[in-house]
């Protein structure tokens, strides 16, 4: 079975959610909210990070938390690392 690759935005985001707990927190209270709301927040953030011209893997990472599976994944391997 082939494994696809990891944009490494994505891998560098999820790493930073392992090591900053705030972060970490801010992440996981996304997860209460309805997906068209956390959705938009990721689309915000996004822009907001396009507009500052921040790291582009960055950006397109947060981008793409929009799609429910990226988040998902994301957040199940925040769990799996952190032990929670």
Known sequence: MSRL????????FTHALVEDASL???????????DSTRRAAFA?????????????ELTTAAFSLI????????RKSVVERCGL
């Open 5 to 12: 690759a990891v944009p490494e935005g994505i891998v560098r």
């Open 24 to 34: 970490r927190a801010w992440f996981f209270s996304l997860e209460r909210l309805p």
């Open 44 to 56: 915000q953030m996004a822009e907001q990070m396009s507009a500052g011209r921040e790291d582009p």
């Open 67 to 74: 799609r429910p599976e990226v988040y998902d994944a994301v």
